[in-house]
């Protein structure tokens, strides 16, 4: 069949009409031409994280977090069976700092992590109380060098796209120097010891996306060995400032109490606000 029909002649002219059939046939084809068009113009929805986390395709990461830490101390402190307590807030404590130094590092790749945890203080001439084997009349203070270096190994047991949950295991090293200074205006004497040991630490971390920029945190662990008791908390919010910058605001806990044969018995709570900022390497 012809496409295009020769039907009637008018004055000489003639008028082609298009068969029924034909016009049917291509209305169907330019109908599916347009969905076509429609389909093939229509943006691809944009492709959204898993819910749950693949630990395959993640990459190496990592961040470093220097910190403050606003904390005041209360405690004892124990050598050759002279005894002192001491309470102190953080600003009697940041008048009496020499130096410190404290920061964070978090490496993980997939579900594993390698967190380290890094604090290192001295104060001198922190007022003390007497306790035993001191008369009350003297004018005691106490000098602490403390160090802790804590090494964790993290499993992320559960991962979604706003929460996770570590698991950690690790260890803390200790080392202390102390010195219980006694005096009065026609003498003086001293009692220094130092002592360093290692508890294994079990705990957890958990962290929740708040929104877009805010995440909440909180890291604990409990242990012992070389302490008769130690243990350590951590809470605060972190705020993304970029995907390089955030900073973070925090409340940390951490206690432990040593007991050796030669006599130190030091049992401090410190405890206090943490201002941090982290810089994400990768």
């Known amino acids: 069949m012809k496409f295009f029909q ?57 961040a470093a977090s220097p910190y403050l ?9 124990a050598y050759g069976g002279h005894s002192v307590q001491v309470n102190q807030s953080f ?3 940041f008048s009496n700092l020499k130096f410190g130094v404290m920061g964070l590092n978090d490496v993980n790749r997939g579900p594993l992590s390698l967190l380290t945890d890094v604090m290192y203080v001295r104060l001198g ?14 004018n005691v203070n106490v000098s602490l060098d403390t160090f802790t270096l804590t090494q964790y190994l993290g499993y992320r047991l559960f991962g979604r796209k706003r929460a996770a949950i570590h698991l950690l295991t690790g260890v803390r090293y200790y080392h202390t120097g102390s010195s219980i200074n006694a005096s009065i205006p026609s003498a003086s004497v001293s009692y220094p010891a130092s002592d360093n040991w290692v508890d294994y630490v079990e705990g957890a971390r958990f962290q929740l996306q708040l929104t877009r920029r805010i995440t909440a945190f909180v890291l604990g662990d409990v242990g012992g060995g070389g ?56």
């Open 91 to 93: 600003t009697d404590i």
């Open 125 to 138: 001439n922190e007022s003390a109380i007497p306790i035993q084997g001191l008369p009350s009349a003297l």
């Open 227 to 282: 302490s008769v008791l130690s243990y350590n908390f951590v809470g605060g919010a972190g705020y993304d400032w970029s995907k390089k910058w955030s900073t973070s605001l925090a409340y940390r806990r951490l206690y432990y109490h040593r007991q050796t044969d030669s006599g130190l018995n030091i049992e401090p709570t410190q405890q206090g606000l943490v201002l941090g900022a982290t810089y994400r390497f990768r």
């Open 6 to 62: 020769e039907s009637m002649s008018t004055k000489g002219k003639k008028i082609f009409m298009i068969p029924q059939m034909s016009i049917s046939r291509l209305t169907l084809a330019l109908s599916l031409l347009t969905v076509l068009i429609s389909l093939t113009s229509i943006p691809a929805p944009a492709q959204t994280p898993p819910s749950d986390l693949d630990y395959s395709a993640d990459k190496w990461h990592d």
């Open 69 to 77: 830490w606003l904390a005041g101390m209360n405690g004892s402190v």
